[in-house]
Structures are given as structure tokens and as C-alpha cells.
């Protein structure tokens, strides 16, 4: 049957162009999913230390900023910073948030690293990147789906839809009820 | 040598430094600015309401970059915007950049033990200590539903 060729060359090589994205999908999937667990985009460091608050009293804006970072040993570009109350600084330089609590020199960081390649596949499986990656995520979107639709009759006889591959559909196609019954 | 291209290729897609967008969201499209400071004086008259607001983003979820602080006009000021888990993803990076958001104004009532909870659970994101006597009474949180933001990086 000339349809089935053509069905298993769609197959085929659409599923040679959907290989890298599923993979990127997949992994991103799985750590996506247990973001209760963890955090799939950044390692995160927190740390407490004090410093003597003594030298920092009189001193103002980037000289304050400048001798707080000297003595955590900080010498991450300077994004900013922000005075929470009185007591509390913030300064945030590169991958480190720091808040410093002038009054006794408790010094908390946040120092953040993005976790490498993960980070990128779930920028884009999540879509962040937005623009035209959203036209070729939907591209990819839907040669899946044509790849489920030729999966089904690549095979004739026992093992294909009309035999095995029913049953599986079946239970494929249970599994969502079942959890949709169970939990809705 | 082509296999060597090709996996040169592969690994280079897969772990280049991508360039990431810097706007989140819709976009910002209200033209005028409304200040923090005008929001939290009179925040009755701004419930429901698209307003754009713009300061430095003082801190962000760590966690699923689902809200962010902005620092307001007015000293020791802030306003929360809160967005919908997965549609924003607000990037750590932005702490300490000037952003612009957009959102609508929003309002949550919490009591003492809600409060006591949320800020416990905040403090342990942190990995910052919390004394839950610090909360003496429930409180009126105002804050933005953001839509979306443009952010300076």
C-alpha cells in the first residue's frame, strides 16, 4: 500500500527532526516537575556570616556599598542597591544578593549559578524566550502529534493497530481517564 | 571530521549562553506611570485596575520566579507583583535591575496565622531566621498581578 510507505517515511524522519527538541522536552519535563523539590534552574547558595559594624557607621551610599563588599570579600559587578529599613541593606552585584544588617553586621547571601543546560531547556520548553520560538514550539507541537498519528500504522498484522497496538492505545489512552476520574 | 562538526554543533546549541529576552509577558503597554507610593496611599481607588509601574526590582522568587519586589518611589517601599506560575518566570538576575510592569492591582487579606505561615515560609525560602512574634496582627497586602514587564538587563 502506497499510503503506508509514505505514513512510515513521514514517521521516520519526522521523528529524526523531533529527536533533539523531545529530549530537551523531556529532561526540562521531568526537573519542571519537581519544582517543589528543587529548583531546576539555579543552584543556590545562602550563607550566614557577621561582620564588625564598627567601621561602617558614618559612611553613605557606594562608600557604604563599597566597604561592606570589601569585607565579605565581594568583587562581583554592582547592579544596585537598596536601603529596606534603617537597619537593613541590600546589595545586589552579580549572581549574589546580599543583606546586611547594619545594626549588628549579620550578613546573609544569596549567591545564585543557573544550572548549565538546564537552565537553557527549560528556557525554552516553558517558552521564556517568547517571539518566534513560540511558532516553532507549536511547529513542534504538532509534528508530534503527526508523529503519534503515523506511529499507529507503521505496522500491519498482529502487532499493529488492529492487533497489539490497540490494546496498548487503549491503556494509553486509560491512563489520563483514570487519573482525571481519580483526581478531578 | 563531519561527525566532529556535528557534535561540535550539537553540544554548542545545547550549551551556549542564550540571548535572553528582556521582556516578560505581554509586554508593557499602559503609556503613563503610576507611582508605588500613589498605589499603597490609596489603594481602593486603583483595586482592579492596569496600572504600570516602574523601580528596582529589590527581590525575586527563588524558587519559581513567580513574584518579584519592587522598590517603590518613596524610601523603604515596596509593592509585590505576582504572576501566574509558568507564564512569567522571573529570572534571578533581575534582582537589583530597574524594571517597568504592568499588572493589575490586586489585594489579599491575610490574618495573624496566615500571615505568621506565609512569612515562615518565606524566611525558610530565604534560609533566613523568623520570629514568629515579629507578626503581631493580620494584614492588608496590596499588590499587582503583573501581565507583564520589561526589564532592564
Redesign the interface.
Known sequence: MKWRRWNNILHRDLGYLCF?LTI?YAISGIAVNH?ADW?P??R?E?I?STIDPGPLAGLNGDDLVASILTLIGESAE????????PEHL?I????N?I?VNLKNGTV?Q?K?RTR??LY??N?LH?N????LWTYVADLYAIALGLLAITGLFVLRGKNGITGRGAWLTGIGFLIPIFFLWLYL | MTKTVFVLLISSLLFCVPAFGKTYGKGVHVTETTPVSAILANPDSYLGKTVKIEGLIIEVCSKRGCWIYVAGDQPQEKIQVKVTDGEIVFPMSATGRVGTIEGIVDEVTMSKDEMVRYQRHLAEEKGKPFDPASVEEGKRFIRLIGLGAEINE
Open positions: 533533539g530537551i519544582i529548583n534552574n539555579y543556590i545562602r550566614q554592582i547592579k544596585g542597591s537598596y536601603r529596606q529599613d541590600q545586589f552585584v552579580v549572581n544578593n543583606t546573609y544569596e545564585s548549565k543546560g537553557e531547556m528556557f516553558i521564556h524566550a517568547k517571539k
